[in-house]
T-cell receptor, first 112, second 116 residues
Framework: AQSVTQPDIHITVSEGASLELRCNYSYGATPYLFWYVQSPGQGLQLLLKYFSGDTLVQGIKGFEAEFKRSQSSFNLRKPSVHWSDAAEYFCAVGKTGNQFYFGTGTSLTVIP | KAGVTQTPRYLIKTRGQQVTLSCSPISGHRSVSWYQQTPGQGLQFLFEYFSETQRNKGNFPGRFSGRQFSNSRSEMNVSTLELGDSALYLC???????????????FGPGTRLTVL
């Protein structure tokens, strides 16, 4: 069965510190992987995606993610967090037919 | 290019009523998917429409239905509302439908449904 695990429910970091959000997936075929961000009361905004090729992908807002097939992971990173990055982050696996499986999300708090 | 739009943004209904939510995809996008988001269950896939046909369906009861029009706009309907149907309903559009994977989905702001 397909599934996505985000082990960290909530993370707190200081502004300017680095960030890594973990994501592990279980999927039988080649995974189509995505990271989305959601601010309160809003929809989901795409940060980045991985389909194939270079395993380190760059996204918007200074985010990047690395696909590691051997670890079934797709962790999201940012070298220096800004207060505006506080939000909920979702990792997703896209299945044939545009059916997405989402993780439970990681809530990020940024301390000034 | 305008993003995905959803109407209405907020809705309050009572148990037993029915509700229709609307979604207009990004221009040129032909696939529309619907998701339910709740604090307890997270984001769950409802169904996907492509070329006016439901192609994929999640594990929801038959009270949840949808349709897609020739201009790719989509509606979802929930009949006989229950308290547990209170949620944020998100619509997402994709340009194409890949045979071996998933195209990028772009989400609308959602419709917040409250069932009293």
């Amino acid at each position: 069965a397909q599934s996505v695990t985000q082990p960290d429910i909530h993370i707190t970091v200081s502004e300017g510190a680095s960030l890594e959000l973990r994501c592990n997936y279980s999927y039988g075929a080649t995974p189509y992987l995505f990271w989305y961000v959601q601010s309160p009361g809003q929809g989901l905004q795409l940060l980045l995606k991985y389909f194939s090729g270079d395993t380190l992908v760059q996204g918007i807002k200074g985010f990047e993610a690395e696909f590691k097939r051997s670890q079934s992971s797709f962790n999201l990173r940012k070298p220096s967090v800004h207060w505006s990055d506080a939000a909920e982050y979702f990792c997703a696996v896209g299945k044939t037919g545009n059916q997405f499986y989402f993780g439970t999300g990681t809530s990020l708090t940024v301390i000034p | 290019k305008a993003g995905v739009t959803q109407t209405p943004r907020y809705l309050i209904k009572t148990r037993g009523q029915q509700v229709t939510l609307s979604c207009s995809p990004i221009s040129g996008h032909r696939s529309v998917s619907w998701y339910q988001q709740t604090p307890g269950q997270g984001l769950q896939f409802l169904f996907e429409y492509f070329s006016e046909t439901q192609r994929n369906k999640g594990n929801f009861p038959g009270r949840f239905s949808g349709r897609q029009f020739s201009n790719s706009r989509s509606e979802m309907n929930v009949s006989t509302l229950e308290l547990g149907d209170s949620a944020l309903y998100l619509c997402a559009s994709s340009r194409i439908r890949l045979a071996g994977g998933a195209d990028t989905q772009y989400f609308g702001p959602g419709t917040r449904l409250t069932v009293l």
